[in-house]
Each structure stands twice: as structure tokens, then as C-alpha cells.
């Protein structure tokens, strides 16, 4: 019964369509998907896939727990933001089904970008300084950065440049649970990683193509399984993740910039991330399956 935010919805279909089309080259799954009514059911009604619509007059909390009981595991696509992804999981959890994802808990610390990076921080991981927009005193300097402590992609982050414009920004982000960060002059990358109980193996290193325009962010490309870049300096910084953060299991993203032959995180998403959406054919390898197998096997 909300609106669907253009950004998040397209990236939400990439990532359905890409998992759909791992999900289908194994032979022993049947698929069952839950589909906002407003969207395209063409490309899903023709395939191999038992389709339950939701419509804005559904009750979803109902369709979405009888779908969780005809099936054996759940494999979430939805944002952290507003303890979304977090509220899911613990659903799936009590349901007794397989969640084929990282558990409730971490999910919700990793919501927190503060959290999060707290967390890191006390790990020796280099992070981004990170500060709620209410308190902040001029802790560094400008340009800045302002975001949802628990946003999604380029959802609301703003960049600013002047002290009269921070204190703008202050007033209309009132009680919001905004963060400020210094903006830091680097390439945007993310790594896709298979986590398991403080383990990680490192799938992919992704460039992110992010443009600022008139102080709002937007991702334009994502460049997956980027050449170039050194895999054993991104194995040691997903590891560093995994010991800081334990209980992350299965696939998730590590967001940071490189800048000066450093590497500074901004945050970690416990669940696919817009890079999925190209990894398995960048590999060669059904990543579905090998997470799948993680959590058949207990190993990676």
C-alpha cells in the first residue's frame, strides 16, 4: 500500500530475474514467488513458476506466511530500510523453514550503518567517520555526505558544501535518523562475498558507476567482476568482515572506496546485492547454487 520507489524497484527486478534464472538451471527446485500486482507478470507467467499476486487490498502479512508454509526455504529480496528485511527473516525463522540468508540478527546490526561500522572499527577495519546529523560538531571537514542510517542505495543521500547548507539540511532532516560522513575522493567499489560464520571467500570485486547531480546520488552501472583490481588486498578486507561480524552466512556486500591505495567500508548489506545481477555470468558459476550448497553442507 505504498508507493514503489523507481531506483529500488529496477533494482529489484534485476536481482528477482537474475536468482530466477539460477534457481531455474536446478533441477530438483520448484519456484514459488510473491509479485506486487502493479508490476510486469509476463516475464514470470511464462515460466516454470508458481506465481501468487498481491494486490494493494491483500492482506500481505496473511499471503506472505501461507506462501512461507507451502514452501521448504525462503530466499528474501527486500531492503533493510525500515527493519524490512530484518522483520522477514525473523518470520522465516520462526516458521521452522530454511532462510537462505543471513539470520535476523545480524541483519538487524547491519541495518545501522553506525552499528555497522562501529562494529568494523573495533575489528581494526578502516571506516568512513560516521556521525548522527543531530550531534554533529563539525567532527570533519566538508564536503558531506548525508544519508538514512539505515538507507539503501543511493536512497536520500545528499552531498553538501557549505555550513549554511548543513544547517539546512539539519532542520528538514529533523528526527529522520540522518548520519553525516566526509565525502571521500575514490572509486566507489563493492565485493560480492560468500560468508559462513566468520569465513568469506571473495566472489567478485564490483566498480560502482555513481554520479552526483544537483547534490542527490545515483547509481548508473555497476561494473561486476571488475578487471584490474587486487583480489588478495578485497579476500583480506572480506575476512576482516566475516571475523568482525560472525554470524553473516550466505551471500552479502561489502561497500567501500578505494582512495590512496586505501580502503575505507561504508557498510555491509546482509542480503543480494544490484551486483548479483550480473555475477553468475561474470563467473561462469551458478552463485544460487553455490549458496544453496553453503547452507546444505555448512561449508564454502
Not at 117 to 136: D, K, N, R
Not at 160 to 176: E, F, N, Y
Not at 220 to 228: D, F, K, M, P
Amino acid at each position: 500500500r505504498e508507493s514503489l520507489p523507481d531506483s529500488l524497484a529496477r533494482e529489484g527486478e534485476l536481482i528477482l530475474q537474475a536468482l530466477l534464472h539460477d534457481l531455474e538451471r536446478i533441477k530438483e527446485i520448484r519456484l514459488l514467488v510473491l509479485r506486487d500486482g502493479r508490476l510486469d507478470t509476463v516475464s514470470l507467467s511464462r515460466r516454470n513458476i508458481d506465481l501468487v499476486i498481491v494486490d494493494s487490498g491483500d492482506d500481505f502479512e496473511k499471503v506472505w506466511k501461507e506462501a512461507i508454509c507451502k514452501v521448504d526455504a525462503v530466499w528474501p529480496v527486500a531492503p533493510e530500510s525500515g527493519g524490512i528485511l530484518g522483520r522477514l527473516c525473523h518470520q522465516v525463522a520462526d516458521s521452522g523453514k530454511t532462510l537462505l540468508n543471513s539470520p535476523a540478527e545480524v541483519v538487524e546490526l547491519t541495518t545501522g550503518k553506525m552499528k555497522t561500522l562501529q562494529c568494523l572499527a573495533a575489528h581494526g577495519i578502516e571506516v568512513v567517520p560516521t556521525v548522527p546529523l543531530e550531534s554533529f560538531a563539525g567532527q570533519f571537514r566538508g564536503p558531506w555526505v548525508i544519508k538514512p542510517d539505515d538507507g539503501v542505495g543511493c536512497d536520500r543521500m545528499t552531498m553538501i558544501h557549505t555550513s549554511r547548507r548543513l544547517a539546512s539540511m539539519r532542520k528538514d532532516w529533523l528526527g529522520q535518523n540522518g548520519i553525516i560522513q566526509p565525502w571521500l575522493d575514490g572509486t566507489a567499489l563493492s565485493l560480492s562475498v560468500l560468508f559462513n560464520r566468520g569465513m568469506a571467500v571473495l566472489l567478485s570485486c564490483n566498480e560502482q558507476k555513481v554520479v552526483v547531480d544537483h547534490e542527490r546520488f545515483s547509481l548508473l552501472a555497476c561494473i561486476v567482476n571488475s578487471s584490474g583490481l587486487d583480489r588478495a588486498i578485497y579476500q583480506s578486507l572480506a575476512s576482516g568482515g566475516a571475523q568482525a561480524l560472525p554470524d553473516l552466512v550466505g551471500y552479502a556486500g561489502v561497500d567501500f572506496i578505494s582512495h590512496g591505495g586505501r580502503c575505507t567500508v561504508l557498510e555491509i548489506n546482509p542480503r543480494l546485492t544490484t551486483s548479483y545481477a550480473g555475477l553468475s555470468r561474470a563467473l561462469n558459476q551458478n552463485v544460487a547454487q553455490m549458496v544453496i550448497d553453503l547452507f546444505l553442507t555448512g561449508k564454502i
